[in-house]
């Protein structure tokens, strides 16, 4: 079985950048992409980014270019950079991997990001 853990999250003024990391206890062999997710209170949890294992990149709207995801397939680790952050992006942060079959499917614990005004 795979744990993926986050950290990096914290509390930031408008403006301001956080990075987060997101690291796989192991290497899933299978892997098709690591992602971030987001939830907040009364709201359904909704896509932020993803990295493929070989690299390719998505955003959602909201985040493209304010935010980066990157990735090192060496240490089985996934990061998110986050700048210009808006209130609006407060909310829980997920990681997700998941293989190519989709029958491994694994999340992490999620790591809060508060934005104040």
């Known amino acids: 079985q795979v744990q993926l853990v986050e950290s990096g999250g914290g509390l930031v003024q408008a403006g301001g950048s956080l990075r987060l990391s997101c690291t796989a206890s192991r290497s899933i062999p299978s892997l098709n992409y690591m992602g971030w997710y987001r939830q907040a209170p009364g709201k359904q949890r909704e896509f932020v980014a993803l990295i493929t294992k070989g690299g390719s990149t998505n955003y959602a709207n909201s985040v493209r270019g304010r935010f980066t995801i990157s990735g090192d397939n060496a240490k089985n680790t996934a990061f998110l950079q986050m700048n210009s952050l808006k209130p609006e992006d407060t909310a829980t942060y997920y990681c997700?991997?998941?293989?190519?079959?989709?029958?491994?499917?694994?999340w992490g614990q999620g790591t809060q990001v508060t934005v104040s005004s």
């Open positions: 997700k991997a998941i293989s190519i079959s989709g029958s491994e499917v694994y």
